[in-house]
T-cell receptor
Framework: DAKTTQPPSMDCAEGRAANLPCNHS???????VYWYRQIHSQGPQYIIH???NNETNEMASLIITEDRKSSTLILPHATLRDTAVYYC????????????FGKGTKLTVNP | GAVVSQHPSRVICKSGTSVKIECRSL??????MFWYRQFPKQSLMLMAT?????????EQGVEKDKFLINHASLTLSTLTVTSAHPEDSSFYIC???????????FGEGSRLTVL
């Protein structure tokens, strides 16, 4: 079973920030939070991951709460091409651990 | 970044035939590859874990004799759907774990349609 819960869907206006929440209340100390997204009929695309510090890359920012029980993926300036299903996953980095996907959040960016 | 390639991207076959899907890590060695299946409007469901040089580990409910997995090298894993039936029609996706770092990258997916 997936260890995360996400809202099933969200809408965002083009050009605005999209904030996607994820709850992972049972996360253990050595588990990272990973975010992937899947655009229709394509394979999942890696976005970002983090352990406890906030992370930022060219695609997004990841904010992890101090207790690590939840996190938020931020797309600072959403575009129509960001419309996709976003998956939040927890797993141990460095091992060959299998990813278990939950249902994710369907983000629709509106013009 | 690392690239994982799947082939074919789309395949249509007749019921009863077998179909092979390839998953290649193009610029890194992958000791472990994973195969997923995704039905329309559903999430990815893990089918099996493919380990180089050893037998694959199948998830509960996945028939190992129907979905044959071979991981003969550090850059190639194949999934063969044997005696395919219309209910096997799905989007099959592989992912590869980068040796030493454990980073996971996904292929583009292969859409199988069984007539």
């Amino acid at each position: 079973d997936a260890k995360t819960t996400q809202p099933p869907s969200m809408d965002c206006a083009e050009g605005r920030a999209a904030n996607l929440p994820c709850n992972h209340s049972t996360i253990s100390g050595n588990e990272y939070v990973y975010w992937y997204r899947q655009i229709h009929s394509q394979g999942p695309q890696y976005i970002i991951h983090g352990l406890k510090n906030n992370e930022t890359n060219e695609m997004a920012s990841l904010i992890i709460t101090e207790d690590r029980k939840s996190s938020t993926l931020i797309l600072p300036h959403a575009t129509l091409r960001d419309t996709a299903v976003y998956y939040c996953i927890v797993l141990t980095q460095g091992g060959s651990e299998k990813l278990v996907f939950g249902k994710g959040t369907k983000l629709t960016v509106n013009p | 970044g690392a690239v994982v390639s799947q082939h074919p991207s789309r395949v249509i076959c007749k019921s009863g035939t077998s179909v092979k899907i390839e998953c290649r890590s193009l610029d890194f060695q992958a000791t472990t590859m994973f195969w997923y299946r995704q039905f329309p409007k559903q999430s990815l469901m893990l089918m099996a874990t493919s380990n180089e040089g050893s037998k694959a580990t199948y998830e509960q409910g996945v028939e190992k004799d129907k979905f044959l997995i071979n991981h003969a090298s550090l850059t190639l894993s194949t999934l063969t759907v044997t005696s395919a039936h219309p209910e096997d029609s799905s989007f099959y996706i592989c992912s590869a774990s980068v040796q030493n770092t454990g980073e996971l990258f996904f292929g583009e997916g292969s859409r199988l349609t069984v007539l």
